[in-house]
């Protein structure tokens, strides 16, 4: 399960982050995830709250905004997101859609916390 390895991290860094500072509780956590990393965010979900027990995290809520991916063409100029045939993409080798050539990825990758809103 590659998300609660990414979330135990992910809430190491963040109550490390909040060490020493002034909060009565942490509200919400929202994080920024690529549709390319093929992270769940139910399992994600999940994952944070087996691991916020316990700590000045539990009882937040986990906001996920998914990225769609963006691409640009090496040879074209072709900027935009990847074409997909009934939820999956069409072009497994990520080939551009307009004139078949090596395609660049520009967003779609990250994960990372946005925000932390405390009280």
């Given amino acids: 399960m590659h998300e609660f390895s990414v979330m135990e991290r992910t809430v190491r860094r963040i109550l490390e ?13 929202r994080m920024v995830v690529g549709e390319l990393t093929h ?9 944070f709250q087996v691991l916020t027990k316990g ?11 998914k990225k769609r991916a ?16 009934d ?14 050539g090596k395609l660049i990825i520009l967003e779609g990758r990250e994960c990372y916390v946005d925000s932390v809103e405390v009280e």
């Fill in 17 to 29: 982050r909040l060490n020493g500072e002034n909060y009565e509780r942490v509200l919400k956590v």
């Fill in 39 to 47: 992270l769940s965010e139910e399992q994600m979900k999940f994952s």
């Fill in 55 to 65: 700590t000045p995290l539990e009882g937040s809520v986990l906001e996920i905004v």
């Fill in 70 to 85: 963006k691409v640009k063409c090496e040879e074209c100029s072709y900027r935009g997101e990847i074409p997909r045939v």
């Fill in 87 to 100: 939820g999956s993409y069409f072009l497994p080798l990520f080939k551009c859609p307009s004139c078949g």
